[in-house]
């Protein structure tokens, strides 16, 4: 065999098998493609929008929109705006002690500044205080909730 | 055969199979390498049946478990690496140049490719039972794409590096010519 056929048979069967093995690749990516499309399409429908204010009591305030999995709380929302959230859970469900280095304060036995939230009634127009834990919320699509670090006093 | 070929044979088995059954990233081995070389050395056959019995072995001790239905397909990708060996050795001069690396790179990524073939087709037969064959033959082609990738670039490599000077060096080892 000359070397320039020698030459040329094995240049022929290594272009063959990168090639098959290189459309196998493809196609190997292409299943993977849609796979993740069909599994996108599938929990597109399983996530929904919400819009969360941020008010850091110090006249700086910020709304963030954000998507999120259906069946997230408002605490969810809250740690979707920021991770840097420190909190307790209690029997009652969590309670924010700090968000961005901004932590709650006890002034008095009953009063002080501490991160309270809201969600935006729809229906009256307002935001309104569910008097609950915020993990003990479910978002609703497009729901509005409002983080804010605010004064609060309690009287007995 | 003389006790030389005998003992450099029982050596390379010894270390294909131990090396074999070694627990090893997925898709780095050496039973492919050593299966040629020894097809180169020894002829079609005994690379041949080298590589069946390391592959029957590690059939029931691999670390990843038993091959099952896959086993008899492993042995007969093996086998056709191991005849390979000893049909280059028969168009090969032994004056080494840089087109043998080239050429041991083209047929180690081709043998791979087969063997991987082969044993696709055996995953495909234990597919079978759950859908059709020509669709578990396509199944068990497209996602062992990558796996079988990697195994060809690695093989690639290893052939082109390693069996020039390996059988360089058992050619001195065995003093005379191989294949003869």
Redesign the interface.
Known sequence: MSIQRRTFLFAILGLAVWSTAASLTAAYYYTQYVETRRTFEELKSLVINANVQMNYGNETQNWHNETVIAGSTAFDALLTVTTNVEYQTTAYGVFVTSVDGVKNVAETPTSGRAWLWYYWNATTLKWADLLKASDAYVLRPNAAIAWRYESYSYSF | MNTQRLALLSVLAAVCLGLQLLPRPMNLEFTSLISFVTGMAFGSLLGAMLGALVMFINGFLSPYGFAGVVLPFQIVGIVLVGVAGGLYAR?TTYKWSA?NF??T???G??LT?IYDVVTNVGTAVYLASSMPFSEALITA??????P??MH?VWNAVLFAGVTVPLVNAMQKTLVRRLQV
């Open positions: 168009i087109g080239m050429e790179m083209v047929l990524a081709s490719f082609l497209v996602m062992g794409a990558i079988s990738a060809i």
